[in-house]
């Protein structure tokens, strides 16, 4: 099954009721706490309640970490900056993404000290470091949004978890890219530290990718600038990379800013069981297919597609 921007299926199928109820009883426990805990305005006081909150409803319902580890895909460069905003002016839906890194091997507690990496396309497909490749369908060329982002960092950047394990990002909902569905890349570190603006050293303890309910990105992908890239898009049900795990497979919790208008942004959030002992190379599980020539696609190599340009040489 594939969809494009104008068509809206209404469908309840049961992987929304799994997105919805949050997959299993513990999966849905712990990003509901999670979700409250990170967008939540609190002082240390509040924040340490909140944590201790998130942790008892996580170990009551059976700690577990949430989402396996999936290729990191072909489209990750080093050096990315430790900021919050990362938007660069690329025009989009505003999106404010908090996320939760918890300890899975110890009672959910949260992981201070963290480092979330985040990277993700643009509104119209194409990834910073890789603006020659084609997005599939028809979409204006990379250079022709008007803004004035570096093509080797925009919709880029690490933040460090504070003491109740969140990060928070400022960013644009993403666009899609054949033969793939709407999603985000991250990874979490622990061990480095803040160097000259970037995050050096430590290990990568998981390596993952964050989904988007389809019925909010095709609502998405009707508004400008998203709407000036046609064609079809790949469905959750149809993707290399999401499993139908729900909450457990990456599927974010969505808050609309104004249920009226989309355009005004969203909330995102989600809770990341991690093991700090553990070591990811990022080349999990995921994949399958290839990406039409021509096309980006997240293979399970991690190799870039042939038309663009290598990581050393954008970095």
């Not at 960013?171 to 999603?183: A, D, E, Q």
């Not at 998203?226 to 079809?232: A, C, T």
């Amino acid at each position: 099954m594939s969809m494009t921007g104008n068509h809206k299926d209404t469908t309840l199928t049961r992987r929304r009721a799994l997105a919805v109820t949050g997959g299993t009883v513990a999966a849905g426990g712990l990003a509901v706490a999670g979700y409250q805990s990170a967008f939540a305005d609190t002082t240390a006081a509040d924040g340490a309640s909140a944590s201790a909150s998130a942790a008892s409803t996580a170990t009551s319902g059976g700690c577990m970490t949430l989402m396996t580890s999936v290729t990191e895909g072909p489209y990750y460069l080093d050096g990315a900056l430790v900021r919050k905003d990362i938007t660069e002016g690329k025009k989009g839906v505003p999106l404010t993404l908090r996320l939760t890194v918890v300890d899975a091997t110890d009672g959910c507690t949260p992981v201070s000290g963290a480092a979330v990496e985040i990277w993700h396309c643009d509104a119209w497909g194409y990834y910073s470091g890789y603006t020659t490749a084609n997005p599939g369908g028809s979409a204006p060329a990379e250079s022709e949004d008007g803004s004035t982002a570096d093509d080797s960092t925009y919709l880029r950047g690490y933040q460090i978890a504070n003491a109740n394990g969140v990060v928070k990002f400022e960013t644009i909902f993403p666009g899609w890219y054949t033969p793939r569905t709407c999603h985000i890349h991250l990874k979490v570190h622990t061990g480095g530290q803040k160097e000259d603006g970037t995050y050096e050293g430590g290990k990568v303890n998981y390596t993952g990718q964050l989904f988007f309910p389809d019925d909010i990105a095709e609502e998405i992908f009707t508004l400008e600038p998203y709407s000036r890239h046609s064609g079809s898009y790949t469905a959750l049900d149809d993707d290399m990379v999401y499993d139908g795990g729900g909450t457990a497979s990456g599927l974010l919790t969505l808050k609309a800013v104004h249920k009226a208008d989309p355009s005004k942004g969203y909330k995102g959030s989600i809770t990341l069981g991690v093991d700090p002992d553990a070591e990811n190379t990022g080349a999990g599980g995921g994949g399958g297919g290839t990406p039409p020539s021509g096309a980006p696609g997240d293979a399970p190599t991690g190799t870039p597609p042939g038309d663009a340009p290598s990581a050393s040489a954008s970095s």
